[in-house]
């Protein structure tokens, strides 16, 4: 909801888009982001008790660019997410201070599942079947063959960076892209990112940077 | 006596679990070893209809469990083979009839008493995956040349490193190298690449092993079939000996010799 809207109408705006984006809200894990707006007690209230009537919603973190917002999320032991004084940026670096970055010094078998507020690097595989999960960016030494989101959060300048790349379907942003036929993109790392709308992906060991796009 | 205890697991149904286990029974026991191969996928057994065994069961795995015979009747001896000793499984039960503590003394009963105790583990990732796990020292995971295969061995051993399991190898089964040469099958190495842990053996696709199969007349009694000698060199490499990694030939290169055999008369 854009900031300049009135805030006597955020709590009908709010209702509605919730009864009608249910279905797609169910089980789904959400950052709030309160932007600039200065939320009281008694809003915070509200988007609690209207949160809790979507079956399986859960709030991942909150994110607020207001001094007194923070204040009033902080007081009730709401988990803030850092950065939150920044807008997200397509910088590919996070903004603020960022969470440390998550080191996983093995391969993720199929069937494992990684959640990072912050960036990712991973020095084995990331196998068929595995999921992983970064606010931030990914960096994968080994084979992508799994399902790897960086900037969950809607961070659309995150990148994966893997060392070869398999995978059917790659999420960064708020995009999520397939390969047209198998990905085979052989033994040359790749470099994953969105380039204007259009998720590109980049040989890294061709000095020309080979480009192709991916359908959305 | 020295107990080796093998928990044979995949993941993914129909991959040759019970036919591996089996088979590699009868062939360690050929080779002078006491085994004991124990049928753990509780509710489907399969694995004495395999053997050979399934009009001598009397008791089973459930039977002992429960108190309702002592583990030395529930045992059905190969009279085939010297040594080799069949723990069925129930066919009436389900898995939830046991539980891993269960599968743990049992197994721990068994110790001392054989040289290999070898459990099928039913499929799936569930309780029954494990019970048979939990009881063992060391697991062979068996896969085929195919993603889905490989995909779901891969999320076994995940498991099984988080039972802290060690030594867990890798058994490739049912290649076929006229396909691997033609690019439409995984190859051994594109497998172990992914899986990431030794490779105990390879087994070609062998016609034979269905027809033994229906028979109860597992493989490994005799040395004839490519995949028997396969068996035989997995065998050898469990007990620490050294054997050849034997690369099946092709399906063609085997026609073709086999044709020369039959017009040689030998």
């Given at each position: 909801?854009?900031?300049?809207?009135r805030?006597?109408?955020?709590?009908a705006?709010?209702?509605?888009?919730?009864?009608?984006?249910?279905?797609?809200?169910?089980?789904?894990?959400?950052?709030?982001?309160?932007?600039?707006?200065?939320?009281?007690?008694?809003?915070?209230?509200?988007?609690?008790?209207?949160?809790?009537?979507?079956?399986?919603l859960?709030?991942r973190?909150?994110?607020?660019?207001?001094?007194?917002?923070?204040?009033?999320?902080?007081?009730?032991?709401?988990?803030?997410?850092?950065?939150?004084?920044?807008?997200?940026?397509?910088?590919?670096?996070?903004?603020?201070?960022?969470?440390?970055?998550?080191?996983?010094?093995?391969?993720?078998?199929?069937?494992?599942?990684?959640?990072h507020?912050?960036?990712?690097?991973?020095?084995?595989?990331?196998?068929?079947?595995?999921?992983?999960?970064?606010?931030?960016?990914?960096?994968?030494?080994?084979?992508?063959?799994?399902?790897?989101?960086?900037?969950?959060?809607?961070?659309?300048?995150?990148?994966v960076?893997?060392?070869?790349?398999?995978?059917?379907?790659i999420?960064?942003?708020?995009?999520?892209?397939?390969?047209?036929?198998?990905?085979?993109?052989?033994?040359?790392?790749v470099?994953?990112?969105?380039?204007?709308?259009?998720?590109?992906?980049r040989?890294?060991?061709?000095?020309?940077?080979k480009?192709?796009?991916?359908?959305? | 006596?020295?107990?080796?205890?093998?928990?044979?697991?995949?993941?993914?149904?129909?991959?040759?679990?019970?036919?591996?286990?089996?088979?590699?029974?009868?062939?360690?026991?050929?080779?002078?070893?006491?085994?004991?191969?124990?049928?753990?996928?509780?509710?489907?057994?399969?694995?004495?209809?395999?053997?050979?065994?399934?009009?001598?069961?009397v008791?089973?795995?459930?039977?002992?469990?429960?108190?309702?015979?002592?583990?030395?009747?529930?045992?059905?001896?190969?009279?085939?083979?010297?040594?080799?000793?069949?723990?069925?499984?129930?066919?009436?039960r389900?898995?939830?009839?046991?539980?891993?503590?269960?599968?743990q003394?049992?197994?721990?009963?068994?110790?001392?008493?054989?040289?290999?105790?070898?459990?099928?583990?039913?499929?799936g990732?569930?309780?029954?995956?494990?019970?048979?796990?939990?009881?063992?020292?060391?697991?062979?995971?068996?896969?085929?040349?195919?993603?889905?295969?490989?995909?779901?061995?891969?999320?076994?051993?995940g498991?099984?490193?988080?039972?802290?399991?060690?030594?867990?190898?890798?058994i490739?089964?049912?290649?076929?190298?006229?396909?691997?040469?033609?690019?439409?099958?995984?190859?051994?190495?594109?497998?172990?690449?992914?899986?990431a842990?030794?490779?105990?053996?390879?087994?070609?696709?062998d016609d034979?092993?269905?027809?033994?199969?229906?028979?109860?007349?597992?493989?490994?009694?005799?040395?004839?079939?490519?995949?028997?000698?396969a068996?035989?060199?997995?065998?050898?490499?469990?007990?620490?000996?050294?054997?050849?990694?034997?690369t099946?030939?092709?399906?063609?290169?085997?026609?073709?010799?086999?044709?020369?055999?039959?017009?040689?008369?030998?």
């Amino acid at each position: 909801m854009p900031e300049s809207a009135r805030a006597s109408g955020i709590p009908a705006a709010l209702e509605r888009f919730v009864a009608e984006k249910e279905e797609f809200l169910q089980n789904a894990s959400v950052t709030v982001d309160i932007g600039r707006r200065t939320m009281t007690a008694d809003d915070l209230l509200f988007l609690v008790g209207t949160f809790m009537k979507v079956p399986g919603l859960r709030v991942r973190a909150w994110r607020s660019a207001s001094t007194e917002t923070v204040r009033v999320l902080e007081s009730a032991g709401f988990r803030v997410a850092k950065g939150n004084g920044a807008e997200p940026t397509d910088s590919g670096q996070p903004g603020g201070e960022a969470e440390p970055t998550l080191l996983v010094l093995e391969s993720m078998r199929s069937g494992r599942r990684i959640e990072h507020a912050g960036d990712v690097v991973v020095t084995g595989n990331v196998n068929g079947g595995a999921e992983l999960i970064a606010e931030g960016n990914v960096v994968v030494w080994g084979d992508v063959t799994g399902l790897v989101h960086a900037g969950c959060s809607g961070r659309d300048g995150a990148f994966v960076l893997a060392g070869s790349f398999g995978a059917p379907q790659i999420r960064i942003g708020r995009k999520i892209s397939y390969a047209r036929e198998r990905a085979d993109w052989g033994t040359v790392p790749v470099l994953l990112r969105i380039d204007g709308e259009t998720l590109t992906a980049r040989e890294m060991a061709d000095p020309c940077f080979k480009k192709r796009s991916f359908d959305q | 006596m020295d107990t080796k205890i093998f928990v044979v697991t995949s993941g993914k149904g129909g991959v040759g679990k019970t036919t591996v286990t089996a088979n590699l029974s009868v062939r360690l026991a050929r080779e002078g070893k006491s085994v004991v191969a124990i049928d753990g996928d509780i509710g489907l057994r399969n694995l004495d209809v395999v053997m050979g065994l399934e009009n001598r069961i009397v008791y089973t795995l459930v039977d002992v469990i429960e108190n309702a015979c002592r583990l030395e009747q529930a045992l059905v001896r190969d009279k085939r083979v010297d040594n080799l000793y069949l723990l069925p499984a129930a066919q009436t039960r389900t898995k939830d009839a046991v539980n891993a503590e269960q599968m743990q003394d049992l197994c721990a009963k068994l110790r001392g008493a054989f040289d290999y105790v070898i459990i099928d583990s039913p499929a799936g990732i569930e309780a029954g995956f494990r019970n048979a796990s939990t009881a063992a020292d060391q697991a062979l995971v068996v896969a085929t040349p195919e993603v889905s295969s490989v995909r779901d061995a891969d999320r076994i051993i995940g498991l099984l490193e988080a039972q802290g399991k060690k030594n867990t190898r890798l058994i490739v089964n049912r290649i076929r190298q006229a396909m691997v040469k033609s690019g439409n099958m995984l190859d051994v190495s594109d497998v172990s690449d992914v899986l990431a842990i030794d490779l105990l053996g390879v087994i070609p696709e062998d016609d034979s092993v269905v027809v033994s199969t229906n028979k109860g007349e597992p493989l490994a009694l005799n040395d004839s079939a490519p995949a028997a000698k396969a068996f035989a060199n997995i065998a050898f490499r469990m007990m620490g000996r050294e054997a050849p990694f034997e690369t099946p030939g092709s399906d063609d290169e085997k026609k073709l010799f086999s044709g020369i055999r039959k017009m040689l008369g030998i």
